[in-house]
Structure formats: structure tokens, C-alpha cells
């Protein structure tokens, strides 16, 4: 058996790449899990990314309903995101999920902050403080689980570690369970699809903590966010066709009105920037050379359908000097 209290990966875990394996490690971490938790209570803070995703997935499977999901929408989720956690968790492996609507509450407090940074703070801060909320409510809680994977372990002073803040209270001081974290970001997808879980939750793309946030950039406004989240759909269904993706492609929507022009009339509206980019680790990336066909059926789908926007941008900058995201 693995030993899971150690934060170096086992010699004996061979890579996973195929199913057969994934199940072997599933087996065991199931066991593993049982050992771990006996019949005690475990929370997991579930945003539907693949790593809190899989981290849940096996333990539903291991201890069913001592599992408590909690799944905050911020309101700075992509579009479905929160349906799909509902729909896969709850429906489909009959969870226990707790669905908190905390939009108001973040979008209240992001109100006409444009500092990225305190943008990402006030986020975190309100993430782990609705978190911690939930966690009281539910007695007998003892155990924590969490989607670490092995380059979080490795990379702890990396990219990811620089973005992320906060931490839960030290009053919810409970025992983490983290089945995957001697896991690839490859070897977790691996072991998602032969959990049964959904081919749009195990390819996602990275999703930044702060979601939308950031790339509704500057003080956030709730018609500005509803346009960038419409618009983000748009641009991930037509660039996600592309064989082999990018590695992230989203679009951003600039606190900044420019000229349009309607049945005669002038009047002001948005831009979106649409923006992808390959890379390996996300210190450099390079813009991913898009087909005129794929940017204009973009920017007809977006001007059609996503209202207050009236021009369709390219970012094609590579990193460094941009970053991949605009904040
Ligand atoms: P940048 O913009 O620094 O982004 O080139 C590098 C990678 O990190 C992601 N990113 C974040 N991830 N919280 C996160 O969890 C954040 O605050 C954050 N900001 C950027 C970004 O999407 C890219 O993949």
C-alpha cells in the first residue's frame, strides 16, 4: 500500500496512461481512503475542475455519503459550471452536495474594486470565508479532502502558489485526505475517465481561482461579466474544435467602451479580446495562430448574439512580455 502521509511520490507508482492502471490505483486508493477516514466526516470544497473533480469522485466511491461537497458559485464560473457540478454530482453519483449561491455576496464586495491583486484577495478571502460557513454547519466534520496533485507538491513556490491565497481558519483544523497527489495533471484525466466522469470535466483547460474575475478587467460590473461570460462560451466552443487545442483560450473583456454603429445610430459598447496560447508550465506561452475562419465565425456569433459588445479583438502577444491573463 501506498504510503500517504509522505509527499514523495512512491517508487512503486508506476506512471498511469492506461485505464487498466487507473482502475488498479483506484482500487487501491479506495482502500487506502477507508483506512484513512474509518467512519468519520469528510468536506471537499468542489469547483468542478478536474482535480476536485476526480479527488470526489473517488471518494464517493469510498465512503459514499460521509462525503459533503460544497460547490460555491461566485458568479465568476463559466457558463454551466455550476449546472454541470449539480447535474454530475448530485444526479448522476447521488452526493451529498451543498450548492452555495454566493454570487451577491463576492459581486457586492468586488463592486468597483479595479486593483487585480485586492481583487484576487477579496475573492480568496470570500471563497475560504463562505467555505469555513458551510464547514460549521455540518457536525462531526474531522477530515478535509482536497484535489492536490504531485506539481502543486513539487512547485509549491510555482506560478499556481504565486496566484493563490488564503488558507482555511485555523479553527477548522482538519486531517487532509488527497488521493491524488502523486498524480500528473495527465495521470488525474486518466483516472477521471475511468471514474465515468464527463470528457468537458476532465480535458478542461486551467481555470485561474479567481475565474472571470480577472478577465473582467478592472471593477467588475455584473452586465460586463454576464457579456464576458457569453462571449467565453462562444470563443471555447469555436476554438475548442481546433485538433489539438490550445493549451488555454479564453477571451477578456477590457473595462473600456469604443464606437459602434446600429441601424444608423452611434453608440458605445465593449470589445472582446480573444486569446490562446500553447505552453508547458505557464512561465512562457506562445499565441496560437488561429484561421481567419475560426476568428470570424467568432466574432459573427459574438456581435449576434452577446449584448453591449460591438467589436471582436485578437490578442496574439506571446508571454513574456504578456502574461496569459490580462490581470
Ligand atoms: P499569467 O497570467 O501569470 O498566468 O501568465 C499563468 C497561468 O496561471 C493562471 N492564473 C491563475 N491561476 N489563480 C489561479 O489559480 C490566479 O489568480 C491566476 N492568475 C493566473 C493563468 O490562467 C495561466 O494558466
Known amino acids: 500500500m501506498m504510503d500517504m502521509t509522505s509527499n514523495v511520490r512512491p517508487e512503486s507508482l508506476a506512471r498511469i496512461e492506461t485505464e487498466a492502471q487507473a482502475n488498479a490505483f483506484i482500487d487501491e486508493q479506495i482502500e487506502l481512503i477507508k483506512a484513512q ?68 455576496r463576492f459581486l457586492d464586495k468586488l463592486a468597483g474594486v479595479d486593483d487585480p491583486e485586492t481583487k ?28 492536490t496533485i504531485y506539481p502543486d507538491i513539487l512547485e509549491s513556490d510555482g506560478v499556481k502558489a504565486h496566484h493563490n491565497v488564503g488558507g482555511l481558519p485555523p479553527e477548522l483544523n482538519f486531517e ?25 470535466m476532465v480535458y478542461r483547460q486551467p481555470f485561474p481561482g479567481p475565474g472571470l474575475g480577472v478577465r473582467c478587467v478592472g471593477a467588475i460590473t455584473r452586465d460586463r461579466l454576464e457579456a464576458l461570460r457569453e462571449a467565453d462560451a462562444i470563443v471555447r466552443e469555436e476554438i475548442g474544435k ?3 487545442a490550445p493549451w488555454q483560450y479564453f477571451c477578456v473583456v477590457p473595462d473600456m467602451k469604443s464606437t459602434g454603429i446600429k441601424d444608423g445610430k452611434r453608440y458605445m459598447g465593449w470589445a472582446v479580446v480573444i486569446r490562446a496560447v500553447n505552453t508547458k508550465d505557464a512561465v512562457t506561452a506562445k499565441a496560437v495562430e488561429l484561421s481567419w475562419e475560426t476568428l470570424t465565425t467568432i466574432r459573427d456569433r459574438i456581435i449576434a448574439t452577446v449584448p453591449g459588445v460591438n467589436r471582436v479583438l485578437w490578442d496574439f502577444s506571446d508571454k513574456p512580455v504578456s502574461t496569459i491573463e490580462w490581470e
Open 242 to 244: 481546433m485538433n489539438p
Open 37 to 104: 477516514v474509518g467512519d468519520g466526516k469528510v468536506l471537499l470544497a468542489l469547483s468542478g475542475g478536474v482535480d476536485s473533480s476526480v479527488c470526489a469522485a473517488l471518494l464517493i466511491k469510498a465512503i459514499g455519503k460521509q462525503l459533503t461537497c460544497v460547490h460555491v458559485n461566485h458568479g465568476l464560473l463559466r457558463k454551466g459550471e455550476p449546472e454541470q457540478v449539480i447535474e454530475v454530482f448530485r444526479n448522476q453519483m447521488d452526493a451529498n452536495l451543498v450548492y452555495v449561491d454566493a454570487v451577491d
Open 120 to 147: 484576487r484577495k477579496i475573492i480568496g478571502k470570500e471563497f475560504i470565508d463562505v467555505f469555513a460557513e458551510e464547514a460549521k454547519k455540518i457536525e462531526g466534520v474531522s477530515f478535509l479532502g482536497q484535489g
Open 176 to 200: 487532509l485526505v488527497e488521493p491524488v497527489k502523486f498524480l500528473y495533471k495527465d495521470e488525474v484525466r486518466v483516472v477521471g475517465k475511468a471514474l465515468g466522469l464527463p470528457d468537458g
